[in-house]
T-cell receptor, first 107, second 112 residues
Framework: KNEVEQSPQNLTAQEGEFITINCSYS?????LHWLQQHPGGGIVSLFM???GKKKHGRLIATINIQEKHSSLHITASHPRDSAVYIC?????????FGTGTSLTVIP | DTGVSQNPRHKITKRGQNVTFRCDPI?????LYWYRQTLGQGPEFLTY????????KSRLLSDRFSAERPKGSFSTLEIQRTEQGDSAMYLC??????????FGPGTRLTVL
């Protein structure tokens, strides 16, 4: 049983498509993070949020605390968005990570 | 250099040997985190420091693992009597308080 579940595990999209990655968690949290990891590369933090919605460029992250659910949206997807997207939650003293969603955007 | 750095980037060792990794956080960051990531999996939390105090340790961190941050700046992670199951990418991140974490490039450990 994982504290953080992501879906889908793998996602292939055509360039320009709108993409949604989902994250559900089972623990009480003080913050949720969305991370991006390129193959062979390091991890970059995209968003940290505890309520509502945040937007950065073509990326939008939302969270519903009552439903224990968050979504990461990518508008007008581009091949350079191809990466693994990881959801992580912070309970106040521990971090739990999802196994990631591998996104491939085809030109 | 404004990023998180980790050394070495790669380490190959024989089973039973001890290894030590170093992480240099962003200088003004008071929190430092260690994670482990195996192939195809998300990172797993190991431990974190606020300044020099180790505030939390995961149950994944066996007695063979120890981490220090003696002066509240850089941190070391030591693994004693390495096992093949310790092979993974060891990631370090730092943050200012509970803010955004910035990750280092990781140290890839291979235990033969």
């Amino acid at each position: 049983k994982n504290e953080v579940e992501q879906s889908p595990q793998n996602l292939t999209a055509q360039e320009g498509e709108f993409i949604t990655i989902n994250c559900s968690y089972s623990v009480g949290i003080s913050a949720l993070h969305w991370l991006q990891q390129h193959p062979g590369g390091g991890i970059v933090s995209l968003f940290m949020l505890s309520s509502g919605k945040k937007k950065h460029g073509r990326l939008i992250a939302t969270i519903n605390i009552q439903e224990k659910h968050s979504s990461l949206h990518i508008t007008a997807s581009h091949p350079r968005d191809s990466a693994v997207y990881i959801c992580a939650v912070y309970t106040g003293n521990q971090f739990y990570f999802g196994t990631g969603t591998s996104l491939t955007v085809i030109p | 250099d404004t990023g998180v750095s980790q050394n070495p980037r790669h380490k190959i060792t024989k089973r039973g040997q001890n290894v030590t990794f170093r992480c240099d956080p962003i200088s003004e960051h008071n929190r430092l985190y260690w994670y482990r990531q195996t192939l195809g999996q998300g990172p797993e939390f190991l431990t974190y420091f606020q300044n020099e105090a180790q505030l939390e340790k995961s149950r994944l961190l066996s007695d063979r693992f120890s981490a220090e941050r003696p002066k509240g700046s850089f941190s070391t992670l030591e693994i004693q009597r390495t096992e093949q199951g310790d092979s993974a990418m060891y990631l370090c991140a730092s943050s200012l308080g509970v803010g955004t974490q910035y990750f280092g490039p990781g140290t890839r450990l291979t235990v033969l």
